[in-house]
């Protein structure tokens, strides 16, 4: 593979793809002006954040559909790659088009053994393993330390330990750095998944990173939405569920609308989300500062009014898209059908069953728009870590 036959293209932060030279990408991906943008690109660009040290290369060349492993990185052939994704988002949930269209390498079978024991040797750390081994049944517990033996004596021959004392002895054995690559080829022997819960492992650890972040900025106020909040959000919208987990190309609607987030829903059709601030008020109040009420009943802020109303603004304007091909194509969405929109505003904590019931109230009385707080959002981060904890 000659890198000399494809042209460079660079995006933001230094990411770069590689395209082939003798292959017509422009009558492809139908572009009337010059651009980077086509289908699916920054799920392949998120794919580059995260693997830094991998080059991808995009071709038209039928012979290497669906894509090859190169020591650069992967040539992929762009075609199989538009309509693997088109395929699964009509065909399954936007939770496993959301999967496999950021893993580029998809099936183990492009990934040999000695890469993935490279991986383990590089990544793994004690604290890694004895995580792993700490979850272990006590039959594989004991298999392994019984193999380990041979590495280090525990203090009573005849009998294999179990639990903390157990977790102790491998403790003692990693810190041996000289049995190294035998430790890790006895892991891999008894525990070949070992790879994948190190990578769950530090995905859990690096979203309980995100989770304390997010905690902490709750309560600083010149942290701004344009400069702090959409972009936090945007990298970690794990959080918002995995309904919104696949981020649209462009939130422009059209030249005097533009969202904060177009995402795709599990469906395939488009979603909204607003982004304001954690410290605005989220119900109306007076000049004493008590809540301003209407016949007994909360009402809502004028910055929740306002945020209301240009929610409805932007699904009037996406449903306007309905028969535009050419944005759907710029969108790489389908058919706008009934889009919802999510606002995020202000703060609950300390709420009493008074605000409560308000805000129960006002959500049933919207349609296609859903009001959380940031302290929503929060608890439902914390939520869809435990899971992901408990099924890895």
């Excluded at 040539?75 to 994704?85: E, K, Q, R, S, V």
């Excluded at 300390?350 to 940031?374: C, Q, V």
């Excluded at 899971?387 to 890895?392: H, P, V």
Aim: charged share 30%; aromatic share 14%; net charge negative.
């Amino acid at each position: 593979m000659n890198k000399e036959n494809f042209d460079k293209i660079f995006y933001k932060d230094g990411a770069c793809l590689f395209f082939d030279k003798s292959s017509d990408f422009k009558t492809l991906f139908n572009h009337k002006l010059r651009t980077r943008k086509f289908p699916y690109y920054k799920n392949i660009l998120q794919f580059l954040e995260e693997n830094k040290e991998i080059s991808l290369f995009f071709t038209r060349d039928e012979a290497t559909k669906p894509f090859q492993k190169i020591d650069e990185g992967f040539i992929i052939n762009i075609d199989a790659y538009l309509d693997f994704c088109t395929t699964i988002s009509t065909r399954t949930s936007g939770r496993l088009k959301a999967f496999l269209g950021q893993n580029i390498s998809l099936k183990n079978a492009t990934i040999s053994d000695a890469e993935k024991d490279d991986f383990i040797k590089t990544n793994a750390t004690g604290k890694n393993i004895l995580d792993a081994f700490a979850k272990f049944d006590l039959q594989t517990q004991q298999e392994i330390l019984t193999n380990l033996k041979s590495l280090y004596e525990p203090a009573d021959a005849n009998s294999v330990p179990r639990g903390a004392k157990a977790i102790e002895i491998v403790r003692q054995v990693l810190s041996s750095k000289g049995d190294k690559d035998e430790i890790f080829g006895l892991f891999k022997e008894h525990y070949p998944k070992l790879d994948q819960k190190i990578l769950a492992y530090k995905l859990v650890q690096a979203r309980k990173t995100a989770l304390a972040e997010f905690k902490m900025s709750l309560s600083d106020p010149a942290k701004k939405e344009r400069d702090y909040w959409y972009p936090f959000l945007e990298k970690n919208r794990w959080m918002f569920g995995l309904s919104y987990f696949v981020l649209l190309d462009d939130s422009r609607i059209d030249l005097q609308n533009t969202a904060d987030y177009l995402f795709e829903s599990e469906d395939g059709f488009i979603d909204i989300i607003e982004i304001k601030h954690p410290h605005v008020d989220f119900w109306q109040k007076d000049s004493s500062g008590s809540y301003s009420k209407y016949r007994d009943f909360l009402q809502p802020s004028n910055e929740l009014k306002g945020a209301i109303t240009q929610s409805i603004n932007y699904i009037f304007q996406v449903e306007k898209k309905f028969n535009d091909s050419d944005w759907q194509r710029e969108h790489s969405c389908q058919t706008p059908v009934k889009p919802t929109c999510m606002i995020i505003l202000g703060r609950s904590d300390g709420w009493a069953l008074e605000e409560k019931t308000s805000f129960r109230l006002l959500n049933d009385s919207l349609h296609g728009i859903e009001i959380i707080t940031f302290d929503h959002l929060y608890k439902r981060a914390e939520k869809i870590l435990s899971t992901l904890e408990n099924e890895s």
